[in-house]
């Protein structure tokens, strides 16, 4: 299906395994349900309400004057302390001048962020932003850190997209952090309409797609989940960051009939790029981690297990097959097991330790029966 939806994508002309790396490279991985947004970059810089939490104090300053290096002489920088965010019995004073050993080259009035930890009778200032009016409101007004994260990414999610890029940045990285279950929480807060222009937007940042497709399929309704699919179904032979979140919040959205239409479009045609259906594989991972009462873990297993097909992916299904103690394919493993497609030395490693694995899951003596694939296998 060929759709005239906009889709940011990535030029595919890579081979699967390093299509693979690029990938895993702006995603988070699944098995540890205690990390954050299952479908957000991970290794973001600390969000501003962070390190307003860990500082002792908290300055918005002004820049009084500059002056650039010289010789053997470093630059400096004058500012005034403005306004106290956040301090201690041994913060400045506002009007106080603070010297760093750094030239800026920004205008005079120039205002910015201080975090500092206090040290003996002095601060030692460890973090310095560039921050105008809108930035220094959005961090005033922000909720404290101890309050409900529904709550908390309910103001957020107002500062998602924001004119302002720092603000913008900060309140991705704020959902970024967060983990699925507080994100699922603050879903009633959740501007459907504008999540839909985000990701039918070209100019939307390929890192916040992902989570913009989980965030529909925490919110949306029938109607968007007939959008999602148009998405979803987009023929195409390049990289399409954000997918996985896309078909992940579809999956949960829809259950199973939509984990029958990602089977059709992704997951059962040999022919499917691999990019596609690496980004299926990820969901599958997602739903067994967070959305089993949508979809019951054998339907999970059942698409999961047909992947073993695709031998650019068959490592990776096979480990988390084994992971999920899933012991069903013993005998097709054994049949593959150093035939053409299948003869790497990661399959074949992955194979046997699926093997070991099974034979070791086995119930003690007074358990009662052994299971099923004990007797057989």
Same mark, same amino acid.
């Given at each position: 299906m060929r759709s005239t939806l906009p889709a940011t994508r990535v030029r595919q002309r890579l081979a699967p395994r390093f299509a693979l790396t690029l990938l895993a490279?702006?995603?988070?991985?699944?098995?540890n349900a205690v990390l954050g947004c299952p479908f957000c970059p991970t290794a973001l810089a600390p969000t501003l309400g962070e390190q307003l939490s860990l500082a002792d104090v908290a300055a918005v300053v002004a820049l009084k004057s500059s002056t650039p290096a010289a010789g053997e002489r470093a630059g400096q920088s004058v500012f005034e302390i403005i306004r106290l965010i956040k301090s201690d019995d041994k913060?400045?004073?506002?009007?106080?001048?603070?010297?760093?050993?750094?030239?800026?080259? $920004?205008?005079?009035?120039? $205002?910015?962020?201080?975090?500092?930890?206090?040290?003996? /009778?002095?601060?030692?200032? $460890?973090?310095?932003?560039?921050?105008?009016?809108?930035?220094?409101?959005?961090?005033?007004? @922000?909720? #404290?850190?101890? $309050?409900?994260?529904?709550?908390?990414?309910?103001?957020?999610?107002?500062?998602?997209?924001? @004119?302002?890029?720092?603000? #913008?940045?900060?309140?991705?990285?704020?959902?970024? @952090?967060?983990?699925?279950?507080?994100? /699922?929480?603050?879903?009633?807060?959740?501007?459907?309409? /504008?999540?839909?222009?985000?990701?039918?937007?070209?100019?939307t940042l390929l890192s916040r797609r992902g989570l913009y497709g989980l965030m529909l399929g925490l919110c949306g309704s029938a109607e968007d989940a007939g959008f999602l699919e148009q998405i979803i179904a987009i023929e195409t032979d390049e990289i399409r960051f954000g997918i996985d979140g896309i078909l992940g919040g579809y999956l949960y959205m829809t259950g199973e009939p939509g984990m029958r239409f990602v089977d059709e479009h992704k997951i059962n045609d040999p022919k499917t790029p691999f990019a596609e259906t690496y980004a299926a594989m990820q969901a599958l991972r997602f739903l067994w981690t967070y959305g089993s009462e949508r979809v019951p873990k054998p339907r999970i297993l059942e698409s999961m297990r047909r992947l073993i097909d695709r031998p650019a992916l068959c490592d990776i299904v096979i480990n988390d097959l084994g992971r999920w103690k899933d012991w069903t394919l013993q005998d097709r493993l054994m049949e593959l097991y150093g035939t053409k497609d299948y003869d790497l030395p990661s399959i074949k490693r992955a194979i046997i330790r699926y093997m070991i694995a099974s034979t070791k899951d086995v119930a003690s003596e007074d358990a009662g029966d052994p299971p099923a694939h004990v007797v057989t296998g």
């Amino acid at each position: 299906m060929r759709s005239t939806l906009p889709a940011t994508r990535v030029r595919q002309r890579l081979a699967p395994r390093f299509a693979l790396t690029l990938l895993a490279a702006v995603a988070v991985p699944l098995p540890n349900a205690v990390l954050g947004c299952p479908f957000c970059p991970t290794a973001l810089a600390p969000t501003l309400g962070e390190q307003l939490s860990l500082a002792d104090v908290a300055a918005v300053v002004a820049l009084k004057s500059s002056t650039p290096a010289a010789g053997e002489r470093a630059g400096q920088s004058v500012f005034e302390i403005i306004r106290l965010i956040k301090s201690d019995d041994k913060s400045p004073r506002p009007g106080q001048l603070v010297t760093i050993d750094i030239a800026r080259e $920004t205008p005079a009035g120039s $205002t910015e962020l201080w975090f500092g930890s206090t040290r003996g /009778k002095s601060v030692d200032w $460890t973090m310095r932003v560039p921050a105008g009016e809108p930035v220094i409101r959005y961090l005033v007004d @922000a909720p #404290a850190r101890e $309050t409900p994260m529904a709550d908390r990414l309910a103001f957020y999610v107002r500062h998602l997209e924001h @004119a302002e890029d720092s603000i #913008a940045d900060d309140a991705f990285r704020e959902f970024a @952090a967060a983990k699925f279950e507080d994100v /699922k929480s603050a879903a009633n807060s959740f501007p459907r309409d /504008k999540v839909r222009e985000w990701l039918s937007n070209e100019k939307t940042l390929l890192s916040r797609r992902g989570l913009y497709g989980l965030m529909l399929g925490l919110c949306g309704s029938a109607e968007d989940a007939g959008f999602l699919e148009q998405i979803i179904a987009i023929e195409t032979d390049e990289i399409r960051f954000g997918i996985d979140g896309i078909l992940g919040g579809y999956l949960y959205m829809t259950g199973e009939p939509g984990m029958r239409f990602v089977d059709e479009h992704k997951i059962n045609d040999p022919k499917t790029p691999f990019a596609e259906t690496y980004a299926a594989m990820q969901a599958l991972r997602f739903l067994w981690t967070y959305g089993s009462e949508r979809v019951p873990k054998p339907r999970i297993l059942e698409s999961m297990r047909r992947l073993i097909d695709r031998p650019a992916l068959c490592d990776i299904v096979i480990n988390d097959l084994g992971r999920w103690k899933d012991w069903t394919l013993q005998d097709r493993l054994m049949e593959l097991y150093g035939t053409k497609d299948y003869d790497l030395p990661s399959i074949k490693r992955a194979i046997i330790r699926y093997m070991i694995a099974s034979t070791k899951d086995v119930a003690s003596e007074d358990a009662g029966d052994p299971p099923a694939h004990v007797v057989t296998g």
